[in-house]
């Protein structure tokens, strides 16, 4: 399987740090090359981060995944936010989620972090998915994690993706409507597309 990079061994010095303020909260994450917007956080997980705040109480305790978390960004942001959830982020790649592990620590935030192909190893249910997905890799595995998603989701639980209008929006989201039997626009802001399916619904 193509991933975002060829996983292997690295040295102290490929690794770096960033800082970036985002909605109030002053983050410092490790990076390294190749790991997804390794320099800032992405604008596409920025407006999911935004959309899920809005879409859910401050008091959320509910059980959320981030799944594809990369170095963190997108988890750790809902979890500075949403004290109370209960938080997995989960990777293919092993360097992204020792940096996941790394940058949970610096934030001083906790989570569950899993590296796994899609759902392989995630065995329990999630009242949230939310993900930044992969889709340089192809439709194949992106169609794979919209299928899998509503296995890994509760009664009433809700997937929450962002995908760019020209890097496939309109596929996914009927694919998403296949599956879930809906799937809604719940916000778009300059090509990011914040796409939103509920389990039985
Ligand atoms: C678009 S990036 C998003 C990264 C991060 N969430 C962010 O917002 O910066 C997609 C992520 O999916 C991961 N990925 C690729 N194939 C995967 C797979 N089969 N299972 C799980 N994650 C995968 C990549 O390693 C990458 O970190």
Known sequence: MR??????????DEFFFFEESFLDVNFKFKSCNDVFSKNEIDEGSKLLIKTFLENVSSDCNSKVLDLGCGYGAIGINLKKHLNDIDLTMSDVVETATNLAETNLEINEVCAKVVTTNLF????????YIVSNPPIKTGKTLLFK?????????????????????????????????????????????????????????
């Open 3 to 12: 991933h975002y990079f060829i996983d292997r061994e690295r040295k102290i």
């Open 120 to 127: 392989d190893n995630l065995d329990e249910d999630f009242d």
């Open 145 to 201: 994690f919209a299928e899998d998603s509503i296995k890994h989701l509760k009664q009433k639980g809700e997937l929450f993706v962002v995908i760019r209008k020209d890097l496939g929006m309109e596929s996914l989201k009927n694919k998403l409507k296949s599956i879930y039997g809906n799937c809604e626009v719940v916000k778009k802001n300059k090509g990011f597309y914040i796409l939103k399916s509920v389990k039985g619904e």
